[in-house]
């Protein structure tokens, strides 16, 4: 079974807890999801594999470690996934970034894949899925199912707000994947929204509401 990390970091929770406030502007929510992922991402990516590399120094010649494998792709779910690129970005900025576009059928709630486009050889390089957030945990699951299909088997899902929902969902359908947040919530309403969570990230995000 796959691992449910929740980083408790003071930072992280603290921007989160702005970011909840519906008084928050897209500007503001924007640059808080920046700098979040930018945190999280040095939990995500505290147990990549290091090798010896010799470096001349001002001083002299040494060893010192560096990545043993620097192909790393970021997938955001489109849309709101997004918001999460820039600051793994800005924390790798080797990285690749490969799309995903899903959306929810607001009927039936079940997620539906529209867009992919991945770098060339994405199946051969350590995978981070960010979303804000894992409500029922449909998009997410699909979105992973279908890197899996196209052979990528490193595969590790980061979001901001969780639902045990969410959370079950991805664990029975990817145990393999370990999961990275900042929170888990209450659970779901009607309308399988977060409660409390923080009201639809895309929409907040580029403030189409």
């Known amino acids: 079974m796959s691992e449910v990390h929740v980083l408790t970091h003071p930072l992280i929770q603290d921007k989160l807890t702005r970011m909840r406030r519906v008084q928050t502007s897209s500007k503001d929510f924007r640059q808080l999801l920046k700098e979040i992922s930018l945190l999280m991402g ?10 010896s590399t010799t470096v001349t120094t001002p001083i002299c010649e040494g060893t010192f470690p560096k990545l043993e ?22 924390l790798m900025p080797f990285a690749s970034v490969g799309h995903i576009g899903m959306y929810r059928d607001e009927e039936t709630h079940l ?3 529209y867009y992919c486009k991945m ?3 994405v199946e051969d390089s350590t995978i981070i899925v960010v979303d804000p957030m ?3 945990g449909g998009s997410a699951v699909d979105a992973v199912g279908s890197l899996k299909a196209r052979g990528c088997t490193n595969i590790r899902f980061m ?3 969780a639902a045990p929902e969410g959370i079950k969902a991805m664990q029975d359908a990817h145990p393999d994947v370990d ?3 900042a929170a888990i919530d209450e659970g779901l309403n009607e309308q399988a929204y977060i409660v409390p969570g923080l009201g639809d990230a895309g929409d907040r995000i580029f403030r189409t509401k």
């Open 42 to 51: 040095y939990e995500v990516t505290r147990d990549f594999e290091t090798t």
């Open 69 to 90: 494998k620097d192909f790393i792709t970021i997938v955001p779910i489109l849309r709101a996934g997004v918001g999460m690129v820039d600051g793994l970005l800005e």
């Open 111 to 113: 997620p539906m894949e």
């Open 119 to 121: 770098p060339e050889g």
């Open 134 to 136: 894992l409500a029922t």
């Open 159 to 161: 979001n901001l707000v």
């Open 179 to 181: 999961i990275y947040v």
